[in-house]
């Protein structure tokens, strides 16, 4: 069975629920990049989103602006991955709670559990359907983009959401810093590109991407398959790389995307992995745009399927700043601590 990335949406630091940043990317300039907003009044009412946190209507907005109306309410399954939910409305919550318990807010507290983001995608779309959320730090994305894959190979799947979700507090920030998550000024593609220092810089992103079994015009690109592992060996991973592309009869990788985020230990772990594949293979990265979060693995799956569907990959996303044409399969690899592991194949169509 193929499975199709038909549609593909993004709310973070750049233009959102756009493409620009493909030929035309805002460079962030700050530690914390925060969501840049769409106008909501386009997606949600007013009544609505006065009761919702800025994570859930981005997230209700990404989803939206991804899903055609009449596909919606047919949708098999919305699976969600997120690492800290809807951290906004979990602070307010808890703060309200040690200010006194009388007059607790009640929208606090449903939006400050995590599968809030999924149920409430389900309630505006009208969908019944198998409805899953993951909040698995850095593999959050991943696990749901798994288990959708999954569904697809069983036959239980022809068509579902799978959104990665993810906001940053100040709070929460401070508390990171404090453990090393972040430089002490902002990360520039220099970095990225040669990282001879700990941390990285935050960033806020919500994504959605609706898979098909059938392949439309619109279609981005067909995925292939995705695995999880922890604290693979080498071996492993090498044999499951050559396994993947002999099964979809790629031989040649063109591009990798790989997260590296100006972290010298993070980025490393990249370039060993990148060992593991031809050296004709031009590394991608997204994170110079984006930030990092616990779900921007689902932005590269987004960047990579974006690079596929305009068949090319622009100098600015490129690790030797050189424009990679003609365009036919990338490999999007993600780790999160040198422990727990994902490999998606993605091919042209």
Known sequence: MS???????????????????????????????????PNFKQYLSPATSRRMGTALKCALSSALSCVPEEKRSNLDGILTGTGLGSIENTENFLLAMLQGEEGLSPSNFMQSTHNTIGSQIAIAFKCHGYNITYAHRGTSFDSALLNAIIKFKLKEFSSALVNGVDEMTEKYFQLFDQIGYWKDRSVTTDDIRNASSNGSFAGENSVSLLLTDQKSDDTLCEICDTELFYCPTDQRLKEYIQKLCKENDIHQIDAIVIGNNGDDENDKEYKRLCGFIEPSATPIIYKHLFGESFTMSG?????????????????????????????????????????????TLLKSC
Not at 17 to 36: A, G
């Open 3 to 37: 499975i199709f990335i038909d549609k593909a949406a993004q709310i973070s630091i750049q233009q959102p629920l756009s493409n620009e940043w493909f030929t035309n990317p805002m460079q962030p300039t700050e530690r914390l990049c925060k969501f840049s907003l």
């Open 299 to 343: 932005i590269g799956v987004y960047v990579g399927a974006t690079c596929l569907k305009e068949g090319y990959v622009p100098a600015h996303l490129t690790m030797n700043n050189c424009q990679l044409n003609q365009l036919k399969s990338v490999l999007v690899l993600n780790h999160f601590k040198k422990l727990d592991y994902s490999i």
